[in-house]
C-alpha cells in the first residue's frame, strides 16, 4: 500500500497542492517519498478533495508547497526537503497513533 501525503497551501488567488507517495517499496529499500501529484487552482482542489475522500490527512504548508512545486512528477525529493518532509511523516504517525485506539 502507498501512502499519500497531500500538502495544501493556499496562496492568493490560486491554490497550490502536492501529494508525496511513500509505499512500501520505499521504505524497504530507504528511498526517499516521491511527487505523484502536483497542482494550481482546481487540479489541486482535485488533488485536496481526493486525499479527504480517501482519509488522507491534509498538512499546510505553503513553503514545502512551494518546494515541491519544483520537483518533477514521480521523482524522489531532494534531500533538502529530507527534514521538512520527516517532520510531516512524523505528524501523519502521530495522527495514526491517536486514531487507532490501543
Do not use: C
Not at 534531500?79 to 486514531?99: C, D, G, I, M, S
Request: hydrophobic letters at 50%; charged letters at 25%; proline letters at 7%.
Amino acid at each position: 500500500m502507498t501512502a499519500r501525503l497531500p500538502f495544501a497551501a493556499t496562496t492568493l488567488p490560486v491554490r497550490r497542492a502536492a501529494a508525496l507517495a511513500y509505499g512500501e517499496a520505499e521504505r524497504r529499500v530507504g528511498r526517499a517519498p516521491r511527487l505523484a501529484a502536483k497542482g494550481a487552482g482546481l487540479v489541486a482542489e482535485e488533488i485536496i478533495e481526493r486525499a479527504r475522500a480517501a482519509g488522507v490527512p491534509v498538512h499546510e504548508s505553503r513553503e514545502l508547497v512551494g518546494l515541491l512545486m519544483q520537483v518533477d512528477l514521480d521523482q524522489h525529493i531532494p534531500p533538502a526537503l529530507y527534514l521538512a518532509v520527516a517532520e510531516v511523516l512524523a505528524w501523519v504517525h502521530r495522527l495514526e497513533r491517536q486514531r487507532t485506539p490501543r
